[in-house]
């Protein structure tokens, strides 16, 4: 029976941190554009365009958002659209808008922002929440190996080291059959340590 960590993976992708999930996304768009070269160029400046990638040295022209936020990313969706709008005007960018967003959004929600981005700014919008990230999750496995990396470093698996002295001493410890034999073999076991 294949186990499925889709709800896992939504929570985690939910907790992320700005920089982490910026990671998640810049990993997805290499396996899913196919390319090495992606890179992030959000900033106060960025003209809408949070994620660039190129394929064979070429600059795709794309409108891409990444937020972490949850509350208040509508309006920061519509700054987004408008920018959007403006690319694909003055700049030749696609009409469309890719919009990344660390927390789940209700697919009601998703299609009344997808009908509005359509309807008052021409814009194809199209949603990768939490919950659409945590299921391409078993189609690419970039997204997988990113939260695994991440849950390998928040908690390491510590290895204990018994060098072959102190393994003797508890390896004669624990043949005693009750306490006081057991006091008697620690006074011998130590004994035989400094000897040996």
């Known amino acids: ?11 985690w992708i939910s907790d992320l941190s700005e920089s982490n999930f910026n990671e998640l996304i810049i990993n997805f768009a290499k396996e899913y554009y196919e390319t090495r070269e992606v890179h992030i160029s959000n900033g106060p400046y960025d003209g809408g365009i ?15 958002q990444i937020t972490v936020q949850d509350k208040g990313y509508e ?7 408008q920018k959007a709008q403006e690319n694909s005007v003055k700049y030749s960018y696609q009409k469309r808008l890719d919009f ?3 927390h789940p959004i209700t697919q009601s929600k998703k299609n009344k922002l997808i009908r509005d981005a359509e309807v008052n700014y021409d814009i194809d919008l199209k949603i990768y929440d939490a919950k659409k990230l945590s299921g ?16 390998r470093t ?6 204990i080291n018994i060098d072959k ?12 059959k009750d306490t006081t034999q057991l006091k008697n073999d620690f006074i011998k076991s130590f004994i035989l340590f400094h000897f040996f």
């Open 50 to 64: 949070d994620l660039v990638y190129a394929k064979n040295g070429k600059e795709q022209k794309r409108n891409i």
């Open 165 to 176: 002295n102190s393994k003797i001493l508890f390896d004669t410890l624990t043949m005693s």
């Open 100 to 102: 990344y967003i660390s």
């Open 75 to 81: 309006r920061k969706l519509i700054e987004d659209l």
């Open 154 to 159: 928040a908690f390491p698996t510590d290895k």
């Open 1 to 11: 029976m294949e186990t499925n960590f889709t709800e896992e993976y939504e929570k």
């Open 136 to 151: 391409l999750a078993s189609e690419f496995k970039s997204i997988r190996n990113t939260i695994q990396k991440f849950n």
